[in-house]
């Protein structure tokens, strides 16, 4: 009996071995077409308004804020929101404000709250003074180049495009749990979401940036309706597609900061991550096993090793690291490559969606939510998502521009 049940477990093991190695095929090839560029529009090219929600006085955060006065784009204004004027960031935004007087800047501290989520109340606050139809929206830790609103802008160019969504790297500080982090967002999530989108298509954008539409994000209520989401993002993409609008990815892909002091931060960072993912595509989640599936491998295969299983390991392996260096170059990203860190990343990142598994509490900034309470909450959105098309009435769809 005890090597019947082993061999079951073993048999388990090679089933998930075959479904990981399916992903990384997939991952490699959906990275290997992908290509981050830079996307100009149409002339004349529209005015856009950029949303800057700030908090704190982050890693690199003046660097981060002034690459968006830098822009090599005609006609836009850059809007920075803070709810308190005693935040530390609005330093940060005042010195900027001197430093280019030729550039539309302009700083909103206003403290009121739409929902909970206090970012897409900073949001809202921020959008009643913008002048322009264009939205981008970007978290304040979020660096770009000087071609990042034009690259943003020019899916609009498309009359039925509703929201464009930009895949984020990590940019990490010299600290060893910032390199770490950033290595979890470059070589498991940016190929996650470029197998997502050819496989299924988008419908929804990301929180470091985004842009959207003025018309398409009244029909779903503005800010102050994602000011009750939890994953505001995730939110906004979804709804504006359920409305009709069509939601691509764009080829440009900017850098955040990480930013994580301490492994104990990063991994809790994680955690929650794995807990909104949770709350939002439950299953997704739980099927994202396969993409770090290395830990299991080892409990399953090695105990009794085999001609299949010690393949199925060593190709693992061979296919991650393959990958890891296939994003550098898709992506362009600048830090080195560290192949040898990769098995015991992928290892943490197993542990971090396992933690994520339990739990019904999600610490996000100054506020706690609960996923059991968020899910009604989509519930009752869904409802609401369910009314009229925008005017294009063109089937929801996503393309990379």
């Not at 007087?101 to 009121?112: E, K």
């Not at 197998?195 to 842009?211: E, H, Q, T, W």
């Not at 197993?350 to 309470?373: C, D, P, Y």
Request: net charge neutral; proline share 6%.
């Amino acid at each position: 009996m005890p090597i019947f049940v082993f061999s079951i477990w073993q048999c388990a093991g090679v089933l998930l071995g075959l479904a990981g190695l399916a992903y990384l095929l997939l991952a490699i090839r959906s990275t290997w077409h992908f290509r981050e560029r830079a996307v100009i529009g149409a002339e004349p090219r529209q005015g856009v308004s950029v949303l800057k929600p700030v908090y704190g006085d982050g890693p690199d955060l003046y660097e981060s804020l002034r690459s968006f006065c830098l822009q090599n784009y005609p006609t836009y204004e850059v809007i920075f929101g803070a709810h308190t004027p005693d935040d530390p960031a609005v330093a940060v935004v005042e010195r900027l404000i001197s430093e280019f007087p030729d550039c539309d800047l302009r700083l909103v501290v206003d403290g009121t709250l739409a929902g909970p989520n206090r970012k897409a109340a900073n949001l809202a606050n921020i959008a009643k003074v913008a002048k322009y139809d264009l939205i981008v929206l970007s978290d304040s830790d979020v660096r770009v180049d000087q071609n990042c609103i034009a690259s943003m802008a020019a899916p609009f160019d498309d009359p039925a495009v509703g929201a464009v969504a930009s895949i984020y790297k990590g940019w990490p500080t010299n600290d060893a749990p910032s390199r770490f982090g950033a290595l979890y967002l470059n070589d498991w999530f940016v190929p996650s979401v470029v197998v997502d989108v050819d496989l299924r298509g988008i419908d929804f954008v990301f929180g470091a940036m985004s842009a959207v539409r003025r018309e398409a994000l009244d029909a779903i209520g503005g800010f102050e309706m994602l000011a009750g989401c939890l994953a505001e993002d995730f939110s906004m993409g979804r709804f504006v597609a359920r409305r009709g609008w069509r939601v691509v990815l764009s080829p440009y892909a900017c850098d955040t900061v990480v930013a994580e002091k301490t492994f104990a931060d990063m991994f809790r960072h994680e955690v929650r991550w794995q807990r909104s993912e949770r709350a939002c595509r439950p299953l997704d989640q739980f099927m994202s096993v396969v993409t770090w599936p290395l830990p299991l491998l080892l409990l399953l295969l090695l105990p009794q090793p085999s001609v299949i299983g010690i393949f199925i390991l060593t190709a693992h392996i061979i296919l991650r690291i393959a990958l890891h260096f296939l994003v550098r170059r898709s992506f362009c990203i600048a830090t080195p490559a560290e192949p040898w860190i990769v098995p015991l990343r992928e290892c943490v990142c197993f542990f971090a969606w396992a933690v994520g598994l339990f739990g019904n509490r999600i610490k996000w900034g100054q506020e706690t939510f609960s996923i059991s309470a968020y899910r009604k909450l989509m519930a009752a959105e869904n409802i609401l998502a369910k009314g009229s098309s925008a005017p294009q009435s063109s089937k929801a769809s996503s393309s990379v521009q």
